[in-house]
Antibody
Framework: QVHLQQWGAGLLKPSETLSLTCAVS??????????WSWIRQPPGKGLEFIGE???????TYNPSLKSRVTISRDTSKNQLSLRVTSLTSADTAVYYC???????????????WGQGTAVTVSS | QSALTQPRSVSGSPGQSVTISCTGT?????????VSWYQQHPGKAPKLIIY???ERPSGVPDRFSGSKSGNTASLTIYGLQAEDEADYYC???????????FGAGTEVTLL
């Protein structure tokens, strides 16, 4: 079964940069055609798609965040990364990494999620 | 403001059925059969319960059923159980530029 483990700084100041990493492990971790996504959830609010990275490495971002977000991956380490620059209080949220898959097959659903990283932006 | 519209809350008695609607547009729900539903308990990560409008991942009880008509998708929970109390989010693929849009979530409570 695939396991996604996230880490990164949880308390940041306005204008700083958020950096999160998501490591993939487990017997079900291999999915050659799968996309990988980042999603966030502000306190008490709904889910927001941040962006995804394709198997060949091309990235698509939420148009509302595109200018400040970078998603990348290190296939040798089985890791996914997220950077968000010029933070404001509106970026305060729980951030999740997820795999776009069902079982170990590519899909338009996300059946594997990280545990979430709570990020607070405050001066 | 979320791209997909869901009711804020629905409630039902144990054993009853509840239906959650998810209304989008011709750019997402109305065009693509890639609607998914997620269950989220407090403090937990979302869990996929429906994908491709009607399909259930392995291990998800058949009490959960998805459907779609036009720009509106629906999730029905049959035989409501205590563990079904949670927030439910719909999500639709919306094309190569926007990719995914979510609803604001619906809280399901037992009476």
């Amino acid at each position: 079964q695939v396991h996604l483990q996230q880490w990164g700084a949880g308390l940041l100041k306005p204008s700083e940069t958020l950096s999160l990493t998501c490591a993939v492990s487990g017997a079900g971790g291999s999915c050659s055609g799968c996309y990988w996504s980042w999603i966030r959830q502000p306190p008490g609010k709904g889910l927001e798609f941040i962006g995804e990275i394709s198997p060949p490495g091309s990235v698509t971002y939420n148009p509302s965040l595109k200018s400040r977000v970078t998603i990348s991956r290190d296939t040798s380490k089985n890791q996914l990364s997220l950077r968000v620059t010029s933070l404001t209080s509106a970026d305060t949220a729980v951030y999740y990494c997820a795999r776009n898959s069902v079982g170990s097959r590519p899909a338009f659903g996300m059946d594997a999620w990280g545990q979430g990283t709570a990020v607070t932006v405050s001066s | 403001q979320s791209a997909l519209t869901q009711p804020r809350s629905v409630s039902g008695s144990p054993g009853q059925s509840v239906t959650i609607s998810c209304t989008g547009t011709n750019s997402d729900v109305g065009t693509y059969d890639y609607v998914s539903w997620y269950q989220q308990h407090p403090g937990k990560a979302p869990k996929l319960i429906i994908y491709d409008v009607t399909e259930r991942p392995s291990g998800v009880p058949d009490r959960f059923s998805g459907s779609k008509s036009g720009n509106t998708a629906s999730l029905t929970i049959y035989g409501l159980q205590a563990e079904d109390e949670a927030d439910y989010y719909c999500c639709s693929y919306a094309g190569a530029y926007t990719v995914y849009v979510f609803g604001a979530g619906t809280e399901v409570t037992l009476l």
